[in-house]
Every structure is written in C-alpha cells, then in structure tokens.
C-alpha cells in the first residue's frame, strides 16, 4: 500500500502552510514511511498527538528529529520558506492543565516563523490574576485562549480586548466538563461577540488560524 | 379520578416550604381541582409555569388571584406562616432575556418572607458592569446567578464573592446554546469552588435552595 | 425593573463593536425600553433574530428604523462612529436556505463600514459551481462560509484558499442535519487547517470575526 | 514556562477558601513546583483525583504531606486560617462505592476547620435503613448527598429536612447510570424543592458550597 | 395505496393483544380506512395519542366510537375475547400531571378485561403520601408505576413490594426533565432490583406487560 | 440577491440525476425564483418536504405543476432524459405511518424512469405479514426498507435477501424513538450483513441511490 | 468507615430478593468487608460484575466462595429460603457475545431457586435458527431476551409468543451500536406490544424481574 | 454452553455471504469453537476486528490460518463458492489512518472473488490530489469511501461520479470527530444525492452492500 501515501505536498505553495501530521491514529511504520516521503521533498515534517513511545522510534531513525515532550509535538528538518512577520501571537491559558494544547499552538506558529508568548494560570475564578496582565496581553496583535472547564475566560477576554481571537477548548476537567465539551459549547455561546472557535484540544489549527490572518496583512 | 389528587398540604409544616404548582402539564381543570383543596386548608396557591391563557380562566375563578405575566407566576391567597427574617438575597443576571426566571425567583422568595433585590443586564462581557455593582451586591446574604449563553457570570462572581452563591441556567440562546444546557455545564463545570447549581429555568427552585440556607440559621 | 436595564454603551469605545441586541427571546415591550436607552445615547441600535410581528411594532415606534426581513434584523439610527477600510469581505454560501445568515453577516458588515458580496449555492455537491467562482472570491481579505446539511463547503475552501475562513453552520436540513450540529462538528472537525468556527446560525458574530481581523490591521 | 504559573495566593483572603489543585491533568513535575509555590507563601497544598502514583512521588520529595487514599486527596502543611465553627455537616451516601467523594468531601471540610459525620449505605431501595437515621442525620446544619445510580436519595431527604441540602451525583454504575449523568439530570429534576447540585463526583465542591453557607452566618 | 395497508388481524390469536393504532402520525384518512378494516373483522378498534381534532372526525363516521378525553384514546366496537382474571393491576402516579398516561394504561387493561386502580400524586417528595397508601397498594398483582421528573418513585416502591414492576417514564418537567429522559435512565438505574421499563409514555406498552403476565398464570 | 441563485444545471448530464429542491428551509419567493430558473433550461422541477400552502402558491403560478399531497413533492415540468430500465425497486414499509417518505421514494424513482411498488404494514411484529410478501418481494432488483420505531425490519430482510438493500430510518413514534435517531442507529447496527443506509426520512436520497444501482449496470 | 457499612439485610424478607454487590466499583478491601457482615447473617453473598483478579484475592479468604468466570459472577454460601417453583424461564441470546450477560441472569435465578435454560446464537439475522428452536422456547413460562447490536430479537419474539418477555440490551458492537445504547433504544420502541426493558447488560436485574413474576403466582 | 452455539451455516446458500465474526467481544475459548464448528461444515472463518494477541492464539491451533496485521482480520480455510465476477470496486480513503478500515473492506471483496483497488490519502483538503485521481477511479463499478474527521470526501466524490457510492464513517480524529460521530452524521447529510452509509468502521459491511450490488446484476 506504500504507493498509495499521497501526501500533499502541495500544501504549503498554495496555502502557505504546513501540514501537520496527526500521529495519534498511525503507527510507528505508517508515520516513518510518510516522514521519508516529506524530507525527501525537503519539506518540514510537523507531527502532533504523538507519544513519547512512537516518538522515541522516530528519534532512532531520524537525526534530525526533535520530540517536544510537553507539547507531544516531533519535528524534523527545516522550513524553509518561514515567514517573517513582527505581528505577534498571545497564547493565554486558565491554567498548567491547559499546557499541553498552548505549547502545540506556540510549536506551531514558530516553525512558521510567528513569534508568541504564553500567559498561563490566568483564569478568571481569580480574575484579578487576569487584569493584572492585560495591559502586556493587548500588546499582541492576535489572541489565542486555551481553556478548559467552563471556558469563560474567552467570553471576558473577548469583553475587553479588541483583537481577533481564537479560542480551543480543552478536554481537561470531569463529570460534565470531561472531554471538552463543555468549554466548547461555553466558547461557540459566548455573549462576547467575534470570538471564533477551534475543535477541542486543537492547538496547531489555532495557531494555523492565527498564521492566516497574520499572513493576509 | 378526582378523589385520587392527593396534594402534599403537610410540606409546609414539615420542610417549610410551600408546594409549588407546576402549571405547565396541566390542564385548566386539574389546575382549577388542585387549587380548590389547597385554598380549602387555607394554604397558599403558588403556580409557575403558567401561561396567559391559563392564567386568565383561574383569575375569573378566583377573585384573590393575582397573576405575574413577567414571571409567569399566578398566586391565590395568602401564606400565614411567612418567615421573617433580615437576610436579603441578590438575584443576579446576565440580560433582560433572563427576566423571567429571575422575577419567578423573586417571587417564589417573596411569598416565603424572604427580600430580594434583581441585577439584571451585568453580564461579563462587559466586565465593567458587573463591577461596578459588586459593593452593593456584596452586602446580600446569597446570591442567586441568573445566566443563559454559556453562563460565565457564576464563575466570575463566585472568584470574587464569599456568600452562598446558587447558579440558574437559563434556556435563552440559539444553536449550541438553545434550551440551557451549554450554560448548565458551564456553571456546573466552574473552576471557581463552591457554587451550586438548579434545573434549568428553575428560579423556585434557586428561591427555595436559598430559602432553606436562610431558615437555617 | 426598567431601572435595572444596564445596556453595555461603553463596549464601542472599549472594544469597536455594536453591542447586538438578540430579539429572539425579548418581548416587545423590553426591546422598546432598550431601543430607547440605546437611542438617547446616540448609538445605533441593532437587533438580531427579531420576527416580523415584534419588528412591525418597533417600526411603529421609531420612524427611523428599518426591517430587513430576509436577514431578520432591524436597525435603528446611524453609526457615527463606521469604520473605513478597503478590506473587503467575501461571504460564501451553500444554498438559498443559507440566506437569512448569510445577510446577517452582511448587514453586520455594512453597519460597521465594512464592504462584503455575497456568494450563494456554490455547495460542493456541484464541485465547477464553486471552482468557476473561486478566481474572484480569492480577491477578498477575510472569507465567512455558511453552510448547513454536512457543511464540506468550509473544508473545500480552506484547502484552496490562504485567507482567514471563519465558518458558520446553518440550521437547515432534517434527520442527523436538523438544527446544524452535523454542519457544526463537521467544520469543527474539518482536516483543512486553520478554520475557525462560529455557533450555528451566528451570521452577527462571524462578521464580528471578521471586523476584529480588519480592524487590527 | 515555570514562571507562568500563576497561583491564586489571593484566593483564602477574598473568598475564604483554599484553591485545590486539580491532580488528575497534571504531570508529577508540574505538580512539585506548584506544591513548591505554595508552600513558599506558607499556604495548605490540597490536592485532589491524585492516584498512588503521583502522590508517591510526592509523598518522596515533602515530608510533610499526607495521602488519603480512599480519598485520593493529598495534603501538604497547615491551615493557619482555619474557621472555628460549631456547624456540623452530614454527609449522606448511597452505597460503600460513593466513598471516595463522601471522603473527598469530609476531608476538604475537614482542613477549613468545619467537622462532619458520615452516613454510608442509606440509599432508598432500602427505605428502613434511611429512616432509621434520620433523627440523627436532621441535628447536622448542612447535608451533603452522595449517590450513583438513579440519585433517588436526594429526592427522598429533599423531602423529609428542612436544611441546605447541596447534591452531588457520583460516576458509579454501568449502562444508562455509567458516568454519573442519570443521577445527575434525576438530582436536577428532583421533585423535591430547593436541593441545589454539584458536578459529578465533585465532594470538594459540595464541601465548598457547604463551607459558604457555614461561613455567612 | 389502499389494498396495501395490512393490518395484523392474527394477533389477538396469536398473542392475545390487541393491536393499537398509534393516531399520532397518521392522518384522519388513513386512520379512517384502518378502522374500517377493522371492524369488518369484528375486532376491537384501539387508537392512542389521538389528538381532539383527529378524534371528532372519527366520532363522526362510527356511531360507536367513545374517545376518552383525559388519555387521548379512542375506542370502537369490542372486544369479544376479553380475558376474564381476577388479578389486578395498581396504577400509580407521581403526580397529577402523569394522568394521560396512567389513564391510557387503564383503558388499555380494560379493553382486555383487566381491573385496575389508580394512585394518583403519591410521588416520593412527600414520602408520607405514598406510605399511607401502601397497605392498598400492595394488594394488586402488579404494580405500574408512572413518574416524569427524577422518576425515584420506582425506586422507592420496588424496595418496599415484591410484585412485578412497571415502570413507565413521564414526559412531564422542563429543562433535564424534559421529554423524560431523566425519568427513563433514573429507572433504569435504579437500585432496586427486578424493576422493568416502558418507552416514555408508553401506558398501553406497561398495560399489556401486565397483561402478559396476568395471563400467563 | 437574485442573481446569486446559481442552480447545479448540469447535474443531470453529469451524474445522471435531477437535483432536487428542499422546499423545507426557503419561503415561497426563492422557490418560485428556482423554479422559474430550472423551467428556463426546460428541465424538471423536483421539490420535496413542501407543505401545502406553499405548494398552492406554485401550483397558482405554474400551470404544470403537480403537488403530491401524501409524498408532501411537488413536480411541475418534464423529464426529457427519463432511463428506460426494465429493473424495478420494492419499497417495504413497516406501517402506514411510514407512507410519506415511501412515497417521496416511488415519485423519485417514476420522475427518473423506475418503476417501483411499494409493499406497507410488513412489519416485523407480525412476522407472518412479512413472510407472506417474500417471494413477490424477492422479484425485484433493488429493496427499499422504510421504518420507524426500533426498524427492524431492514434486519430481518436483510437475513432473508440477497439483493441490495437501501434502508430509510423514518421519523415516528415517541419518547426514545421520536425524531428516527432509535431506527437509525437500528439499522446501522444491523446484524445482517450490507445493509446501507440513508438518512431519516430521506426517501429521495433512498430512490437515488437505487437509481445509482440500476443505472450501472 | 468501617460502622457505617449498612447493608440490607432484611431485604430478602421484605421482597424476597438477595442483594446483589456490584463489584466493579468497589475495592477489594470493601468487598472482604461485606462479605463477611453478609456471612455473620448467614446469608448468601450473590457479587456480579467482579473481574479475575478481585475474585481470586476472595476465594482465599472465603473457603466456600465459587468463582463464575463466564458470568463475571462470585458466590458464597448457601440461600436458606430457596423458592421452590415449577417455573422456568428460557435465555434467548442473539450472539455468543451476550454469554456473559446471559449466564449472570441464568445464575442470579439459580440461587434464588428457579430453573432456566439459554438458547444461544439465535439472532434475527439468520431467522431460520430462531423459527427452529421457537417450539421449545415457547415451553417456558418467562422469556428474557439478551442482544446487542439492534437488538430486533426483542421485537421478533414479542410478536410470536404471548409469555412475559424482558429484555436486556448487551453492550457489544461498535460505532452506533458501541455501549449498547442501540440496542436498548430499539427494545424500548419496539413495534410488539408489552416488551419490558432492563438497563443495559443487567443480567441479574432481569433475573430478578422474572423471580418476581414467578414469586406472585 | 457449547451445544448452544448455532452458527448460521445456510447463510451464503442462501444470500451469497459468508457470515463474518465479530471478533471483539469474544474471548479466544470461544472463537475456537465457533472456528471448529464452521471448518468442519468445510466453510470458510472469516473474522473482523480481532487484535494480534487473540490471533495468535488462533494461528498456533489453526495451520492453514492467516492473520492480517494491518485489517485485523483472520481468515482460515477456502471460500469454494467464490464470485467471479468482472466488477471491481474502488475503496478511495481521505488517509493514511483511514487503511484498517480500507483494508478490511479489500479482504472481505477479494475472500467473495471481488477485485479491488484502494486509493489512499486523497482528501479533499487537497482538492488537487482527488481531481488527478479522478479518471482512474471512474473506471470501478462500484465506490467505497472511507473517511474520518469531517467526511466531505464522500460528498465531493458523489457530486462527480454516477456509480453506486457507499461511505464508511472512520473512527479517528479527536474532540468532536473522535468516535466517528462527526463524519457520520457528515455522510448521512451529504447534498450529493444518493449517498448510503455504513456504521462507523464497519469495512466489512460496506463490502457486502458492495458484493450484493456486483451479484445482482
């Protein structure tokens, strides 16, 4: 079936952006047959929701290849056609949990060459740890809002601040917030208007959300 | 299959709380049945979820009647055994679409002895709203929070407020907000600690999980 | 309970956006006193998801409004305060049903200065409807999708396309596609990169995506 | 990203209640340098859904801490401002499976300073069994309820006390019960008056909610 | 289309049941030309869910039709093969709003020659109510119990009788209440053993589960 | 907006199918307008899901138009590439309820050149009814399978046939089978092997699928 | 903890019915602790659901404990107040899967005294196998039906015999049909009248719904 | 147990398809004994969804058995009554993670004598890599489409191709699309008329719905 790998290389010509691949559903032999194929294109290889054991495989194959362990990112090679914007993306986080998916996001943006910052623990139970940071936060030019639980820190974020933002619910929590689904829905409903929404956990299609409208201008 | 009603006249005694009449299943003759043995032991009828038209065939009925079109309430007579206490509650909410629920709360407060006073139109997507009434807010015994969308409002007043706080989702909003349930999960889901939640709608029941927090003490 | 109306005017100033009033769950009564208190403020007033029979009593009322029925909003009063920028918005469709969102969005647009065409059956079932127009939807800074049924639309165009694409899904449809969940989790879930989602059937909010884009640039 | 985290120290002095910290999402790296933070500002590190695992690490590195496993909860230092009150709370439980939260529940109480007793195994289909402790269980100020399956327990005390009674469905059972949401939506629509709920398996919030109650009067 | 309708005319053979003809989708035609075939056969005609203004039409081509208002059901002819058992059958109901369905059992056990008795407002909320019942309740065969809310009343009575057990969920309540599913999974959770369910208002389904049994013995 | 209705005129050439028109989702001025679009090109105007009142406004405009009032389809025109297939499709129907999608289905497939038959009240509950009708069944080449409530009957055909079998989940019933969710995921799950299925109510997607068979062949 | 273990002893008396422990969600500890409570009464300890591992650190503690592998069942001691009935009830099970299910309902109606055999593999799928066996089944004065998948077995056997019949969903399969939820929606909206219905996998459940039967004759 | 078994042999007499078996849910005792029972019957063992573990067991006791790693099936013995046929089906696949699926599609074609292509990693996101495809795939009788995430491959695909299409929903992805549920629901929905649809991951059925499609003709 090896001929059939059909990957899109394509891709990053057309719109400007690499394409991720999910390593979640692929095992180790699948994921180091598409790798060869992109390096072969001299193209970046950019792996999400890979773990630590198919991770370590690859890092025995591939030289180049770096594992970011806290994002559960792997990359390889070089992008060479990185942009170079001074626009500038806030990665704000409710808290450590929500770690995970920031560090994807931030990943991300800098193999395309954004720079970002992450703000995390800000949630708004304490909402005086939010306000104290939000003179540095509205100096970026795009907001990306990781959070979990009942997500409500995108509705006040939204209240206060001009910028586009982006906001990824995440699959932490229990009970009713078990999965996401509640940040989710508390993100699609929020009576702060303009804030667009990511699938749950989504931190590369955040920060690729954000790559397009710093791309554009 | 009249003689089989069978209503609870001992509650009061026994828990302190006058049995509310869910108006909306009913039919105009099982309301007007129910509402006779209750005015016959001298108790006081409260019913909500009543609309108009129901309403209007009860008040030719009963000259004592009172109907609250806001709240879709209707009250016949007079409760005898009201409480009377100092302790207020705050009924908060997030937009005048929650008016309904928040005036049943105040009602169903009002017939038990209980003063209260509605924030209406303080949502956290503009902060600044909220805020600027938290000193007068603070001074209420517990807090009732009123919220459709997705809810936000407890989880901010619950970070900056100490009393008792009872969290109402309100059925307001469209698509992944229509019928209350985004705003549900959200409160129950709150990363700030100790708020408890209602049913959906259900400002009678916020009144009287109140009710009993104030008789206890 | 008029006195508790606590409409957000400062939120123009604060974060350049028209607070909408949402008339779906609103009587005719509470739209006219915050129509009013908008009004005296000099804002512009701008309902969304109002009928035709609330919209005909407002129009009685205020000699200065206007009802556009197909997109169900109605508009009181002037913006004084338009932005005016060359950035232009293209509005993509599925099919005529999607309409009522589609100028939502515009009309959001147009209040707040900015330009926007709409794009209408150009769904993928009919994959050189939309090829044929894709020359001149790529001319466009910002695209906002709307499509209902299993919403491929939003996919298709961002594998094509390098723009900000903020999607909407629309209730339209029956069975598994009734009230827009299989068009909302289907653009959610979209494997072309970087495409941002609003609530189902959020015309108001995707422009208001789309202006926070523009406005930051 | 170590100086990110951003620990609500505040949170004992605005609100009176010690911040858990949630140890189910988090890596035994990330929770040493919060326990570390918190014990610099002489605080109480309260964790809760911590496995053996984890809290082994933990228990290595702070000789001071304490795990309870039945609990799953892990406590590091003293609580300098614990309340010293006279109210007592009830916890009520189904069945020997609901102890984990029942345990959750009483120790969270426990380092506020507010004493509790627990009731296992009163659950209704053994109606004799509830009765007969109910002349004790009625001497405790605020109830909290613990129950799987159908929840049925919080109706039949909603109707028998007059005290707070604050809910809080527990994820035991299979099939329809799996998860804990039948008891959750059955303590919602408790036929009951005025019982107010928790998230699933939330015995720390119930705690909380219990611990406001006491502290406002 | 006509000579396809294909009534099953053999089951009142086959199984001793009468087939009823939900009214519900079918138009006043179709219903029309059913019956029809149904009495040609001199067998009994059963309709449930039929609306007043379906039912008018009915009543006026069969000079024999009685529609029973309270339990939306419409009869024509009889039912010569009536069982003729002296076991019978307690119907129990939460609460007045529960009487559609309770009635529709009733009915449905008449049609086949099955005395039955109806509890009406006995729910668990005021335990009392349904322990001064039980002595007469518990002299039935077999118990049908119908509930909307939190359905607990199921419980309470499978802990209390050992006789087969009906449970039929309500589709009264609001908010998680709604359309019944708490009352189903509550019982179908329920800790009581040996408790079996009925599709949500499914009177006539708990009728003939009973009849089932009473005429297998 | 007109001129943005941009109707898939070259279906039929392309896949050999008439698009047809939801009437569902678009007011009786976009019909007219598609309508009027499609005559021009001298195709066939196919609508579904139209009620009555807005069929009497077409049928007022065009004098061609037929309204199918039990199909809820309406027709006006000709279809100049009809198939000539001698290939016929048996559509079985587990009640009469079940007739309007059956007969959207036969319209679909007479409007394309197919001839169908359809066979109502085979339902599984009287096995004898089915049996009776296999082997007339068994002479057509394609089976269309209608039902609601539990839908077994696509799997007792399917153990019994060798042909393709198209199954349409059909939306009544009540309570857990209300809206067609329980006979969809029935048929999906169905024990018997290649079995496809359609969405709820989709009798046209049903015959166009069929349609699809016997055209490749 | 220990004292607070409550466990119903005098159920048996009451309604006839051993209490069965749910294993799953207790620890082994708990589980050694009731058993021998139950033992010191001199009662039979019936746990279900218990894995291989719980089960083996019991059997060394507990000399007369017997381990069901295949019903996931453990059993120790002997039931002193065995019915003694001519009864029996037949186990029809669609698939080698159900085993489990069915052999814990076949053992919970062993201890309690009454006889029962399992007719495996007789799915609807294949209707020649159950048509085959369906004159012995017909013998048995109870029928309890266990499926997974779309569970039609249900609905083709209440339309063939006229015996009590309670049906369990299994939760086997996957997608749709993965948990059970299918098959138990398809049981309850089952087109054959008087189908009673457990939750999902309750073999022992079901089990005690036929003792209660065959107890009240 | 073991008489209990009764495997459908007659089934490909009698609709031409071998009964595949679930290897899921059955432990490795009872997969020998159903293989047993249908080698000795000289029929082919045909099993889905079973993991390499449980195949082992398998491939020791049965010499002529092969296992296939990559579909997770296990077929041992010989189909002696394999089609032959002309036909072919295309199996197109938006992914490299869509291949077990595909995969068990292929190998149940190829044990019933139906050739197969597979087409992988054609996804719409990359429109070009499908439309370069698209005259190769023309030329099979028969289309499966397998696709996680959102599934528009198979909506795109529908609007291009006039052959029979049969879409298979894929279980990967994660937050909304995780399961399946996305993309079926997706597929369900498709504007392309004439779509039909497997359970999610259901490779196996899909071949068949394919197999009864190329037999009939």
Redesign the interface.
């Known amino acids: 079936?090896n001929k059939?790998?059909?990957?899109?290389f394509?891709?990053q010509n057309?719109?400007?952006?690499i394409?991720?691949i999910?390593g979640?559903?692929?095992n180790v032999d699948?994921l180091k047959k598409?790798c060869k194929q992109v390096l072969d294109k001299s193209e970046l290889v950019f792996i999400t929701?890979i773990n630590f054991e198919k991770a370590q495989c690859l890092l025995d194959d591939f030289s180049n290849a770096d594992y970011y362990k806290?994002a559960c990112c792997l990359v390889i090679g070089k992008n060479f056609k990185k942009l170079s914007s001074e626009k500038k993306v806030a990665i704000v986080a409710?808290?450590?949990?929500d770690?995970r998916v920031s560090?994807e996001a931030k990943l991300a943006l800098e193999v395309h060459g954004v720079e970002s910052k992450?703000?995390?623990?800000?949630?708004?139970?304490?909402?005086?740890?939010l306000i104290s940071k939000l003179d540095e936060i509205e100096k970026f030019?795009?907001i990306i809002v990781c959070a979990?639980?009942?997500?409500?820190l995108a509705?006040?974020l939204?209240?206060?601040?001009?910028?586009?933002?982006?906001a990824v619910?995440v699959?932490?929590?229990?009970?009713?917030?078990?999965?996401?689904?509640?940040?989710?829905?508390?993100?699609?409903?929020?009576?702060?208007?303009?804030?667009?929404?990511?699938?749950?956990?989504?931190g590369?299609?955040?920060?690729?959300?954000?790559?397009?409208?710093i791309?554009?201008?």
Do not use: W
């Not at 409710?94 to 949990?97: I, L, Q």
């Not at 939204?158 to 982006?166: D, E, K, Y």
């Open positions: 079936m059939d790998i059909n990957f899109d394509d891709r057309r719109i400007g952006i394409e991720a999910l979640e559903h692929k699948q598409i929701r806290e409710g808290g450590t949990s770690s560090l992450t703000f995390i623990d800000v949630g708004v139970a304490g909402l005086h740890r030019e795009v979990g639980m009942e997500g409500a509705t006040v939204g209240g206060l601040l001009s910028q586009p933002i982006i619910p699959s932490i929590g229990y009970g009713v917030s078990k999965d996401g689904f509640a940040a989710l829905n508390s993100m699609l409903s929020s009576c702060a208007p303009g804030i667009s929404v990511m699938n749950i956990d989504n590369y299609g955040a920060a690729m959300a954000a790559l397009r409208i791309k554009s201008f």
